[in-house]
């Protein structure tokens, strides 16, 4: 009779933990949240005070499994000791670094005292293993490759980068039951036919090319179909799918085909939400619902419906801003036309046009009709003597034509609010063309300078409000 009170009993708390998690608002998750890690880019440096304040922990284990190319530690630590084994990674590509901060904030919540029960309850059932930084080297220069420029997720058959061959090892050694492959998506990810980024895109990798469903592939999609309907609340129409179709190289595809249940989780953009911080507190509540699903088996109960729901993501779908009716004259030709701009990566805020045309079926994070204005090529201010440029004076020159400077940088002392062009890189055409920078004029039916789009940020030159802050 007492192993049914004990099961009845882990089933309740897991249903206590998941309502808790679900519930949990912005305000309790930023008093749980690690502090310091809402940056545009996480680096070793940023979290080994953190893995050496857990080594101190009776609660946490912590290894250092290896080198990378460049000789920079990669740790993992442990939790708990119950039979369920299950790894999760995160930063195995340099620049994605939004799940290395939610692991971060999944530790101070699990090493808490005031959530000593909820510990107790899921680590005799899960034995944890997290890798918090699998590419530091690509971390420090912020690319997704490693120092020897291999994909290290393209690189599960080969093994041929060290960070990949300890990621293998690892999983070799530890046979885990479930794994969580903690990944970034480009920003430009829409969720479906939805209006919107996708803030959060899931996946059960294929094992094979037949792309089938076995029991372990099966228990990876009701993980994710047992979290949709709360991410349906969370991030109404934000939510997104990628394709299953089979990757061979890939670790995620790889570590199915040997048998473990894996998820994949890709953290992407939102609006005014430039360091993904939406994206980070929905990873670390995903992580507290899996871990009290996983120690209870209360997923197995859930659908294969709710993921097969779930729209794919739309490649390309989201733009940083687009204008929408835009007049255009070349030559004797006349044209109304959508342009959208983006910014070139997300730690590059150079802004370029990307698009040109009917951008109908597109959405944006900035959108903008600019009805009955019309293009015009800004022109280069020469800098021959020290010019003292304040707001008023930057004003001016853009209503005289002028959105950039070029000459010597010593020339020009700017205490202007907006967005100052110094001898840019692509100067403005005569046209707007793609990949041209995203710096010109918009003019009236009178030809008088009315707004102004300087580094993809547009200028009302009346009240010389920016429309649109720098970034998402």
Known sequence: MNKYIAFFLSVLLAVVGNVKAQSMTISDYLQQQQPGLDKARLQLQ????????YQQSSLVEVTELGRSVEHR??????????KKRVLAWSQMHGDEHTATAAIFDLLKHATA??????????????TLYLIPMLNPDGAARNTRVNAQGIDINRDALALQSPEGQLLMATATKLKPHYGFNLHDQNRFHAAGDAPNPATISLLAPAYNEAREINASRKAAMQLIA???????????????RYNDTWSPRSFGDTFAKMGISTVLVEAGGHRA???RQVARRLNFQLYVQWLDAIASGSYQQASLDDYEAIPFNRSGGMKDLILQ???????QTEATLDLAVNFHTESDRYARIHELGDLSVHSAYHQFDVSGLAFRPGNAYRLEKVLQLDTAAHLKLLAAGYTHFSGEAKLLQSSSSLPVLLNPLRPPQQTPQLRQGATFLLVNAEGEVVQALLNGQLLELATGKVRNPLGT
């Open 73 to 82: 530690p990669i740790y993992m630590l442990r939790l708990g000791q119950g």
């Open 46 to 53: 940023d979290i080994e005070p953190l893995i050496k304040h």
């Open 325 to 331: 009716n835009l007049q255009l004259r070349v030559e």
């Open 273 to 275: 939400d430039d360091h």
């Open 226 to 240: 047992l979290v949709k309907p709360w991410l349906d609340q969370q991030i109404p129409q934000h939510l997104g």
């Open 113 to 126: 005292p005031e959530q000593a029960a909820w510990l107790k309850h899921w680590q005799s059932e899960i």
